[in-house]
């Protein structure tokens, strides 16, 4: 009898050490954090955040919505306060946002080095997107997909690396091919992506 009782005693502390083991192995893992798995596994679609746009004044005058997708990242844009007609619209490199100029927000997300332009055939900037066009109102919604970037962390073309991004509105059309960034005029609106 105090044979068999031994026995149980061994096989339930056993038992109690594998469950626990396994658990701290995983808090190990994860830093003790909660990690959420991406809603579509390995390729991190789906992965989302929103960027409010601020003006010269440091006032919000619109957002961004970012997804990831498995074509690169999809950009909505709301935006208000904008003279009529085309504007250029790039990611920059820094995620600092600072007014009235917003120049801390740096030159064109550029990982690969290329030249600037969608027209360019040394191009583009991986941060080089179509221009947005403004109604008579001053408000503007567009949405486009920018296929050389990814909010996946760890990689070179990631929005959301150490020094963080920019989304920036310029006053004026970007041209596709000038360097280095288009003749698109100032920067009229900022939006720190990731820092």
Do not use: W
Not at 175 to 188: H, L, T
Request: aromatic share 4%; glycine share 14%; net charge positive.
């Amino acid at each position: 009898m105090r044979i068999k009782m031994v026995a149980m005693l061994t096989v339930l502390c056993l038992g109690i050490s594998a469950c626990s083991g396994t658990e701290q192995d995983s808090a190990n893992k994860n830093d003790g954090r909660q990690v959420k798995a991406d809603p579509v596994a390995g390729d991190g679609a789906g992965k989302s955040l929103t960027v409010p746009l601020v003006n010269a004044k440091g006032k919000k005058s619109g957002e961004a919505r970012l997804v990831q997708t498995s074509d690169g990242v999809k950009i909505h844009v709301q935006a208000s306060g904008l003279k009529p007609g085309k504007h250029g619209i790039h990611i920059h490199e820094f995620g600092k946002c600072t007014p009235p100029d917003f120049k801390s927000a740096g030159e064109h997300f550029n990982p690969f080095g290329k030249q600037h332009g969608l027209a360019n055939p040394k191009g583009p900037h991986a941060g080089d997107l179509p221009n947005l066009v403004v109604g008579k109102s001053g408000e503007v919604e567009a949405s486009f997909t920018a296929k050389y970037v990814t909010l996946k962390q760890g990689k070179n073309n990631s929005l959301l690396d150490a020094d963080g991004s920019a989304l920036v509105i310029h006053a004026d059309p970007d041209d596709n091919k000038s360097q280095p960034s288009g003749n698109s005029g100032a920067r009229v609106l900022c939006g720190v992506i990731g820092k």
